[in-house]
């Protein structure tokens, strides 16, 4: 029974978005400020161990991915929501699975990669090179997200397309980046508690159901600047797939910060913890997953 490939981490560059949303503070409603021509540039790291024993023998992944993004605004609406190129505009991973097996790739590079890397190339060029448009309100709400047709036949031509179920899929990507946008409430108070759930259908898996807990920890001042600090949880499940997923044992702890002042996410880091067991048939395989993901605005250089 195969549950991970070398090329997993991409599987999960777009669920990453959702654990890096925008959030809201108290002392009045938090919202994203906009102007046309403003650009918001953010760094996303993300560090994943994937430890695998069971049928199949044993198996450790390792990765680590970086993710440079812009998010650009062209047009505020009379409504006051915005019209927003999102863009990759650098994306850089390395995969280790051991015995010579290493991978890496620079889309920034002047060489081509080579190896098991260069089957990635096509993929990355076009989400590197092609942006998409997303309709956002002052709460975070999307309400439209238009995708290119280049964008589009990307993610249903890459490697593991067929393992990323609806992930790959221009409905299932639609899904995420609004799903990586929280909406914020009309109002927030103290100490407020509040989850968001994402779905994503995966093949033989069935549905994966994550449900995160947002906890409102209060004001905080950092490198001179007014922040809302929130704490995150996320809890996993698995239903209705042809292989039965258990979660014997998860953990997460997170920490995100929203600039008040000049509307903006400012960072997010989300440590994750996750033990699984696969079951077909007589066979089993367990498999431990550790992720580190931040998410962190730039200055424009």
């Not at 195969?2 to 002392?27: D, E, G, I, K, Q």
């Not at 505009?89 to 290493?102: H, N, W």
């Not at 704490?231 to 920490?255: D, H, N, R």
């Not at 880091?269 to 033990?275: F, G, R, V």
Request: overall charge neutral; some cysteine.
């Amino acid at each position: 029974m195969r549950t991970t490939n070398r090329f997993a981490p991409f599987a999960t560059f777009c669920l990453s978005l959702y654990l890096c949303a925008p959030l809201s503070s108290a002392a009045e409603p938090l919202r994203w400020k906009f102007a046309p021509g403003l650009t918001n540039r953010y760094e996303s790291t993300q560090d994943i161990t994937i430890t695998k024993t069971g049928a199949g023998g044993d198996f450790t992944q390792k990765s680590n991915m970086t993710m440079n993004m812009s998010w650009t605004v062209e047009q505020v609406k009379d409504d006051g929501s915005a019209v927003l190129k999102q863009k990759f505009d650098r994306l850089r991973m390395k995969v280790s699975a051991g015995e010579g097996q290493d991978s890496q790739i620079d889309t920034a590079a002047k060489e081509d990669p080579q190896g098991q890397a260069a089957i990635m190339a096509p993929f990355l060029k076009v989400m590197t090179s092609t942006p998409f448009t997303v309709t956002m309100t002052p709460r975070g709400e999307i309400k439209d997200v238009q995708i290119p047709k280049e964008v589009a036949d990307a993610l249903k031509s890459q490697p593991g397309a067929a393992q990323m179920g609806d992930l790959a899929t221009p409905e299932g990507f639609k899904k995420l980046v609004a799903a990586a946008s929280f909406v914020l409430p009309e109002k927030l108070d103290d100490n407020a508690t509040w989850t968001q759930t994402t779905e994503a259908a995966l093949p033989q898996i069935g549905t994966q159901t994550a449900e995160t807990t947002y906890h409102y920890e209060g004001p905080v001042e950092k490198d001179g600047k007014k922040l809302e600090k929130f704490s995150a949880k996320i809890t996993l499940k698995y239903s209705g797939g042809q292989v039965k997923v258990e979660v014997p044992k998860q953990s997460s702890s997170g920490e995100i910060l929203f600039d008040r002042t000049d509307g903006r996410l400012q960072s997010s880091n989300i440590k994750q913890s996750t033990e699984l067991r696969f079951s077909l048939g007589n066979q089993t395989v367990n498999q431990t997953v550790e992720q580190t993901i931040g998410m962190k605005w730039q200055p424009a250089k």
